[in-house]
């Protein structure tokens, strides 16, 4: 408050000095007001052609960078790669944003986010896909179909309620055929040789289990719904699927995890997420794509990127670069 | 419809295939939901230090590129730079988003968008800050401060309610006194000789006479606020200044208009808007500024930026380039 009180007295002298209109200040009788301390629903809406999309933030995960994040390149080169982009060292911080397609004839949810209850003490931080599309106006039981890219948990989860029950009450679950096949199969849970890899078995079977294993499998390269043609993606998980969304002669790209965050794998395209199964394959799938979007200059929605989580892809010397698509203010 | 049927029957030739769980699509028996064709309240809230600052759009306006929307270059190399960053080509869209600092002891607005009806024929299109801000919690008779930054009309004509009245009845006006003094000059206005800046001078007096002129004037260089100083950095107009927010180690600059459009003066600091009064001292204050967000690595939260507005500036070849922060899904 001093420096206040002293610029009050310099402005108040200056302004004595310019001569011009009166100047007394009103000086408020009300308290402050108290800081409001919450955030605004993460929700944003944008147009494909005739489809209305809104994007709605999950929320995030941060964790202290594991020295094999990036399981080909060496913990130093990925901090410089935060630093470079302006994030933290020595953290990740991991945005989820599932999206909501209105087609004008069925109202289609992509991925599902985490679920409210999915990650302990996380409670707030990840879990409010329902929450925001709620606030966006967007009802769960009016929900058509929910389409799923791959079987992590942060795509599956929020299938279920805290209790356990279907999130999308009257909604056909498609589920990629080759994710299915892969992830249901006892053998293949077998042969699994690490806790984690183990543990994401189990949560799939978890998840679709309660639903009673009610799922509509659908084969890459087809449309699961009008306009919505899924794309064969594998490598990240060994059925990931991601999709063109297309209206009109407007189209974007959902990409679910082709790319985990792009501060570090759009940039560099050849750095092997922790979370990619085949390494390998998922660069082979992330090449072609990221290289597609660049000379199509299509729109890519991100799961994994910043909210809105919408861009335009650029080529750049090592890589790639997202290119946010400006926030519209109406629709 | 077709596409889905051929798609449906594949996949669930290709179910019993596969052979697993039961796959009978439930067919909802609901109508499809309508389009909800609503944006989402446009505010973002963030901390700097202790200090809680919400930035609301107020909303854009687009318009037909004029030949001379950047006075020293050619319309062709403008649509250039516009094809590049990934807008339309002949067309300019500029979105205003002004903030609300709350300091915990004070609650300040900085400028106040083109007023909910300033605009013929822009309802809702621009004029959402008043709006926004009530979305986003807060309540304009709260207001303790409102500090302008130049007298056009984006910035004050929101300090007035649709029927002249006064939008914050309990806030203090502060106004550059350089500004002031040229705006409220009847000679500086006799010399004018173009409408347009007649307009932008009959303008600010038809705001501030609503006012009854009850302003307090502050020099360039003086702490408006706690924390809250003032940087002379005119150009834009004879008066302009930004603002350096700074609590505890964090500091984000607030520009104003030290740009318009990033993708025009920020990727090139040596094109001249035509909004700006002085365009070489314009640059001058825009390329110290500049330099001096890249070198310190300093936010900024860019009046004419995307909403939500706030970026990190990094250099490049030809000037800079501005990188969003990254939406927190929580504060």
């Known amino acids: ?13 200056g302004a004595a000095a310019i001569g011009a209109a009166t100047l007394a200040p009103q000086v408020p009788a009300q308290a402050a007001a108290p800081l409001v301390g919450t955030q605004a629903p993460g929700w944003y809406r944008y147009k494909v052609g005739s489809y209305e999309i809104t994007a709605a933030t999950d929320g995030k995960r941060s964790f202290k960078l594991p020295d094999t994040f990036v399981t080909n390149i060496k913990k130093d ?19 989820y944003t599932p999206i909501v397609i209105n087609t ?26 329902h929450s925001n599309i709620k606030a966006a106006g967007i009802d769960r039981n009016a929900v058509d179909l929910v389409v799923i890219s791959h079987f992590h948990g942060d795509h599956i989860n929020g299938l279920l309620t805290p209790d356990n029950k279907l999130a999308f009450p009257n909604a056909e679950i ?12 006892d053998a293949e849970r077998a ?6 890899m183990k543990e994401v078995f ?36 060994p059925g990931h699927v991601s999709y063109v969304v297309s209206s009109g ?35 082979t ?16 929605q991100g799961f994994h990127y910043p909210f809105p989580s919408l861009a335009y892809i650029e080529k750049t010397g090592t890589g790639y670069r997202e290119i946010p698509v400006p926030w519209n203010p109406v629709i």
């Open 249 to 283: 002669s407007s189209s974007v790209y959902v990409q679910a995890d082709v790319t985990n965050h792009p501060a570090l794998f759009v940039r560099n395209p050849g750095w092997h997420a922790f979370f990619d199964q085949d390494p390998q394959m998922a660069e």
């Open 77 to 95: 080169q990925v901090n410089e790669a935060l630093v470079a982009a302006h994030m933290e060292k020595d953290m990740m911080t991991i945005p």
């Open 285 to 300: 799938s992330r090449r072609k794509v990221y290289d597609m979007l660049a000379t199509e200059k299509m729109m890519v």
């Open 191 to 196: 042969r699994q040789n690490t806790q984690r």
């Open 202 to 237: 189990d949560n799939a079977r978890r998840v679709f289990d309660a639903l009673n294993r009610k799922v509509t499998q659908y084969d890459a390269g087809k449309e699961v719904a009008p306009g919505i043609t899924s794309v064969a993606t594998h490598g990240h998980t």
């Open 1 to 13: 408050m001093h420096h206040l009180n002293l610029t009050r007295r310099e402005l108040l002298s």
């Open 174 to 185: 498609l589920v990629p055929s080759v994710e299915w096949k892969y992830f249901m199969d």
């Open 104 to 129: 004008g004839s069925k109202l289609i949810v992509m991925d599902t986010g985490v679920g409210e209850a999915a990650f302990t003490g996380s409670k707030g931080v990840a879990g409010q896909f």
